[in-house]
Nanobody, 126 residues
Framework: VQLQASGGGLVQAGGSLRLSCAAS????????MGWFRQAPGKEREFVGSISSSGGSTYYADSVKGRFTISRDNAKNTAYLQMNSLKPEDTAVYYC????????????????????WGQGTQVTVSS
């Protein structure tokens, strides 16, 4: 699976952005997908995940209620809708896939995914 994230940019606090993660390969629809982020000087952290069907999602407490993950399996694309953005959301955002089937959305929060996109920068100004 090859992943390519896009949609990052500069936005004011309180604004919104939607990130996309385009995947190649025939296994996208069978994979749980996750989003992670890494702020300057900090470790990479889990943002959220979505099941292969899109029926289940799971979020980090820091983004719950503000971020929404969705996917379109027909387009081999996952999305991260980010609303009410805060300066502390500034980071490079990565999409990821575990590389194994039947990975739960909760498990994505504590594992090291096998496949990563290249990352897209999100900067939130105050």
């Amino acid at each position: 699976v090859q992943l390519q994230a896009s949609g990052g940019g500069l936005v004011q606090a309180g604004g919104s952005l939607r990130l996309s993660c385009a995947a190649s390969g025939r296994t996208f629809s069978s994979q749980t997908m996750g989003w992670f982020r890494q702020a300057p000087g900090k470790e990479r952290e889990f943002v959220g995940s979505i099941s292969s069907s899109g029926g289940s999602t799971y979020y980090a407490d820091s983004v719950k209620g503000r971020f929404t993950i969705s996917r379109d399996n027909a387009k081999n694309t996952a999305y991260l809708q980010m609303n009410s953005l805060k300066p502390e959301d500034t980071a490079v955002y990565y999409c990821a896939a575990p590389g194994t089937p039947f990975t739960t959305v909760q498990a994505m929060g504590s594992m090291a995914p096998r496949y990563w996109g290249q990352g897209t920068q999100v900067t939130v100004s105050s």
